[in-house]
């Protein structure tokens, strides 16, 4: 649909004897609706362009000749459509079912989508009851299409809106709708089973059963299933799902069209990951270690033990011998409770969460400068910004749907796209962003913080500067400006191989936006001077002043569902709930009077140093809810020897993980799929997640735990239910009162701001200003581990679905990178560094640049043994998803 | 490859769209004039010249009946299905040449001298029912005519009855 224009022009229009008043540009079918009248149609989507092929939709307009495809009329002033009330339009639509029906079987009995199926409405609507067609109906062979994904091409009514969404949307371009006429067939490529990105949009948007989930197959009838809208639990999207259940059972997982801030699109791990919750491999008692075995016990057993090694440690070694680790994954009610348990009961600031790893970064450089810790954007602003700046997002793996958004903004909207990504432009089976980019700026996955530096310098050079804040702080300009002069562009082109003109040409671009977004991603956030690289954008955003500028700011993306969530609730030690620093006394005082128990003025700490003090002996105990350091962290991180140093080890989690193979208790917790509460996307929209299935075994939400414990602490945290602790945190922080469909963004703040422009920027300026120490030697290759878009974390290795379209790590490389080092496909080849050597499968992708290789963090148990980790010291963000590696073919393989 | 073999005539063909998909067909045509069909890895060569993707090139290939997504034999008899000549009987065309090589649409001869093809209008409609085989039409056939035909093309690999077809002579002097 095109997008109506955003002037108030309205057109006033009759529908079946209905006024209806809708913007200048709605489409006839759509003003329709507006007004309750649904015209029934099989190729209109309200997402897709118009095609105008199924001829379902017809309407009669006065005035105009012939009847007219109502999805493809713009409603036009004093226009008179009629829908039902024409006799003619409701024969036509009569004659059109006919010829579907003339070849699509009458199998609704064992068709998934019976029950659901516009054709069946429309076939009932219309009482298409006989036939002129005497004729055989047309069959196409049954073929194998992909593992996910089930076609059956018979029921098909050729409407190509999974083509059509296949490419619009997802651009993708995954199906082709072969052969002509009555006998087009959606396929993949020749014989080949389809390769894609998996969406399920297909599957969504097929308005008959042709296109199918092979997981829910022959499973379920529609009106068997129950409906619960929660929030997606893998990435930072934070995208509406609707579990659909049968019998406390995990059917499928649809989203609707127009909901959520997805807008009913989904990813391959949202669509078809949802068999986690139900693995049989769940915890289902909690488990005590007795010598080398586990043992299962009850609750309470359980509970006291905790409770009691809990206390002791506290008596002999003091609290801050005791540490706290949480999940991004988790509810904010969880966490929230968690570090008020940490805080409150057991009397420490030592906690820290999953947003450690990299999210911090972000969240601190935006406080920093503009003094809010969310974004200032929304996902709306990227879809109608005019500039967009991408850096190290690598959005279509890392932030699926907010992909979705750059899309929409650069290929419908007409936005430029600059792209500062590891990434070459290069068609594959899944989408590339950079493919869009009218200034992509490819460097390697280390040259990041030198392109940044290199558009900062086209910017300066250009003068494409904020006069007026240049007038107020002069210094702040005149010390950037010098910083980048020192810095040549020989330099520059040396470590990243691009030209001063393509920086010219990208800081002119960035420079005419009025309304720009940049995105920040992983390859930024959690490589070594992340945080730096993160706060020199912000500077980009300053010196040419957008930042302030409404629907222009700094967006860097969440990797878990709550990241965002774990930070304002708490979850990392020195900050309070609500974004709030632990060192302000005020603060502290106002908090502990709401809880009615003392905060503790220790230092908190962040994971590295946690992993620090256990090694040196002085943490003694460590509580772990749905982390698993073991696996997460590189062996280089010392978190082996941590663990074994620590007197008590207790891990909170769904499955056995490495990490609480090695704890002394293990505690089932259950799944988001069995609990209510709230978690926090990236763009910081507080969305509620509702229970779908009954909690597996004796599982208990993370919350309930907590509570449990600390009545065993005699320093009762009791709550009723989820809610209770929603409205705690409600009337505590005055900012997450905006559960709702559409939380305005944060606004800059100028205080925050003046501050950061007259003395703070001086703080770091020097580190941040100058170029990294390019030491490479030159047959080494640059490893990073990423995100795979069909995985996240270690978590969804256990979803049938996700496995079946990746199960195994490969370390991929550019083929002619490959060819040049005398490797094929399939290869094996040994990795190595000073760290160790690894033996791995060969993939070739011609998206990887050349000097780089790709190996999926999913997949990491070996690999992880060849990164070095490194610590920011501004924000204690370890770093270990880059490596200089040699890699050799293995003789034989 | 493909298109290093021929890189001179593919740039020739991109340099005459100022939109790089509209090249595709003029690819395809190359494609099958090389090898006699559009093989998967042409169809991905041309797909990656293209900036499209496979599948996008493949459906491409499927909408026409003029391209070939197996080998064919030596000649390719391309009957035309088409209205006008359907009312003159052209499905008689096909049922005399499946009796006589004993194939049906769709299969080569065990020689691999002849590939049955059934197709869309080929714009001789005054004069069907008709066939094109190679690059020549066939018109007003008949039992005889095409029994004619069949055995020339086996023996002399030629046939004088052929009526075409009619190009226009290109700027080069070379017809396309």
């Known amino acids: 649909m095109p997008t109506p224009s955003t002037t108030t022009e309205t057109v006033t229009l009759t529908i079946d004897g209905q006024t209806a008043t809708v913007p200048k540009g709605t489409l006839v079918i759509e003003a329709a609706r507006q ?20 001829r379902m939709c017809l309407v009669e307009i006065e005035k105009m000749p012939r009847l007219q495809t109502s999805c493809s009329t713009q409603a036009t002033e004093g226009m008179v459509v009629k829908s039902s009330s024409s006799v003619q339009a409701q024969e036509a639509r009569k004659m059109v079912l ?24 429309f076939s009932h609507e219309y009482t298409a009851t006989s036939s002129r067609f005497q004729e055989l109906k047309r069959v196409f062979p049954k073929e194998y299409f992909s593992p996910l994904i089930e076609t059956q091409m018979n029921r098909c009514v050729q409407c190509m809106r999974c083509v059509r969404y296949c490419d619009q949307i997802m651009d993708v371009k995954a199906l082709a709708p072969t052969g002509r006429g009555t006998l087009t067939e959606i396929k993949a490529f020749g014989a080949h089973e389809l390769d894609c990105e998996f969406c399920g949009g297909c599957v969504q948007i097929c308005p008959v059963g042709a296109i199918t989930s092979r997981l829910s197959m022959y499973e379920f009838r529609p009106w068997m299933l129950k409906r619960t809208d929660s929030v997606c639990g893998y990435c930072g999207d934070g995208c509406q799902i609707t579990f659909q259940t ?47 075995e586990f043992q299962s016990v009850q609750w309470e057993e359980a509970l006291e033990l905790v409770g009691q090694q809990l206390l002791d440690v506290k008596a002999k070694y003091g609290a801050d011998a005791i540490g706290g680790l949480i999940s991004g994954r988790c509810t904010n009610e969880d966490i929230y409770v968690f570090q008020k348990f940490m805080r409150g009961v057991v009397g420490t600031n030592r906690i820290d969460s999953s947003a450690r790893y990299g999210h911090l970064n972000g969240v601190h450089a935006l406080q920093r400068v503009q003094g809010t810790h969310r974004w200032s954007v929304s996902f709306e602003d990227i879809e109608s910004a005019d500039t967009l700046l991408l850096v190290g997002t690598n959005i279509t793996e890392t932030n699926p749907i907010t992909g979705l958004k750059v899309k929409e903004a650069v290929k419908r909207r007409g936005a430029k796209l600059i792209t500062i990504e590891a990434l070459n432009p290069a068609i594959g089976s899944i989408s590339n962003i950079v493919n869009l980019a009218q200034q992509h700026l490819g460097v390697k996955p280390t040259g990041f913080s030198t392109a940044i530096l290199g558009l900062l310098k086209a910017v300066v050079e250009q003068s494409i500067l904020d006069a ?23 330099a520059i082109f040396a470590q990243t191989g691009l030209a001063s003109d393509l920086f010219t040409e990208a800081a002119q671009v960035f420079g005419q936006g009025k309304k720009v977004v940049v995105l920040v991603g992983p390859g930024v956030l959690r490589s070594e001077g992340g945080f730096g690289m993160t706060m020199n954008l912000m500077d980009l955003l300053l010196i040419t002043g957008k930042l302030t500028n409404p629907g222009c700011g700094l967006a860097p993306l969440a990797e878990e569902n709550n990241d965002q969530g774990a930070f304002e609730m708490g979850g990392t030690g020195a900050v309070l709930p609500g974004g709030t620093s632990l060192g302000d006394p005020a603060v502290r005082e106002n908090l502990s009077k709401a809880w009615g128990r003392p905060i503790p003025d220790t230092p908190g700490s962040s994971l590295p140093q946690l992993i620090e003090d256990a090694q040196q002996g002085k943490l003694k105990a460590l509580f772990v809810v749905g982390e698993n350091p073991l696996a997460s962290l590189p062996p280089s991180s010392g978190i082996h020897s941590a663990l074994e140093k620590l007197d ?13 193979q090695k704890a002394h208790v293990v505690l089932p917790a259950c799944s988001y799929a069995e609990k209510d509460g709230t978690f926090t996307n990236t763009e910081g929209h507080i969305q509620s997640v509702r229970t779908a299935i009954d909690m597996v075994g004796e599982s208990r939400p993370d ?26 945190i409600r009337n505590l922080l005055p900012g997450t009162r905006t559960l709702g469909p559409a939380p305005l963004p944060a606004q800059p703040d100028s205080s925050a701001i003046a501050r950061y422009v007259t003395t703070d920027y001086q703080r770091d300026i020097a580190p941040r200003y100058q170029l990294p120490v390019n030491d490479a030697a030159t047959d080494e290759i640059t490893l990073q581990v990423s995100q795979s878009l069909f995985h996240s974390g270690k978590f969804s290795r256990k979803a049938k679905g996700l496995l079946q379209v990746e199960a195994t790590g490969k370390i991929y490389l550019h083929p002619e990178e490959a060819a040049r080092r005398g490797i094929s ?19 070739l992708r011609e998206r990887i640049p050349q000097g780089v290789a790709t190996f999926p963090e999913h997949f990491d148990e070996e690999i992880r043994q060849l990164l070095p980790y490194k610590v920011d010291p501004e924000t204690q963000v370890p770093y270990y998803k880059l490596a200089r590696v040699h890699l050799k073919k293995v003789v034989g393989s | 490859m493909l298109l290093e073999k021929f890189k001179d005539e593919v740039e020739e063909i991109l340099s005459r769209y100022p939109v790089k998909r509209s090249a595709l067909l003029p690819l395809l045509n190359l494609a099958q004039r090389e090898e006699g069909f559009v093989s998967e890895p042409a169809m991905r060569d041309i797909a990656k010249v293209l900036e499209l993707t496979p599948p996008q090139v493949f459906e491409t290939v499927t909408f026409y009946t003029m391209f070939n997504l197996k080998p064919i034999g030596k000649f390719h008899l391309q009957v035309c299905k088409s ?23 769709g299969q080569t001869t065990a020689d691999n001298n002849f590939t049955l093809s059934v197709v869309e209008c080929l714009g001789s409609c005054g004069t069907g029912p008709m066939m094109q085989v190679n690059d020549d039409y066939y018109e007003q056939l008949t039992e005889e005519k095409v029994v004619r035909v069949l055995d020339d093309l086996a023996r002399d690999g030629n046939c004088h009855l052929k009526s075409g077809p009619f190009m226009f002579p290109t700027t080069s002097g070379k017809s396309r």
């Open chain 2, 83 to 105: 209205l006008m000549c359907a009312l003159v009987r052209s499905d008689d065309v096909v049922t005399w040449i499946s009796k006589k090589l004993n194939i049906v649409p």
């Open chain 1, 825 to 843: 496909d399939g290869d094996m080849v040994k990795v190595s560094n000073s760290l160790g050597e690894v033996l791995t499968p060969v993939g």
């Open chain 1, 246 to 292: 049968k019998d406390n059972a995990l059917i499928e997982i649809n989203s609707t069209q127009g909901s959520g801030r997805n807008n009913g699109d989904l990813c391959a791990r949202g669509y078809f990951g949802y068999h986690v919750s139900e693995h049989p491999d769940r915890l289902t008692l909690p488990l005590i270690r007795k010598g080398d």
């Open chain 1, 35 to 54: 007004v309750g009248v649904m015209v029934p149609h099989f190729c209109y989507h309200p997402k897709l362009t118009p095609d105008a092929n199924c």
């Open chain 1, 468 to 490: 007026e804040l240049q007038g107020k702080a002069p210094a702040y300009f005149n010390a950037i400006s010098a910083r980048l002069q020192a810095l040549s562009w020989d």
């Open chain 1, 648 to 660: 008590f080890l207790v891990c909170q989690e769904l499955f056995l993980t490495e990490t609480a």
């Open chain 1, 703 to 728: 919350w309930e735990i907590f509570s449990a414990l600390s009545v065993m602490m005699n320093n009762p945290m009791e709550y009723g239910d989820v809610k209770e602790i929603g409205k705690e």
């Open chain 1, 98 to 121: 006919d010829f579907i029906l003339a070849n699509h079987p009458l199998d609704c009995p064992v068709c998934d989508q019976g029950g659901r199926c516009d054709l069946q409405d």
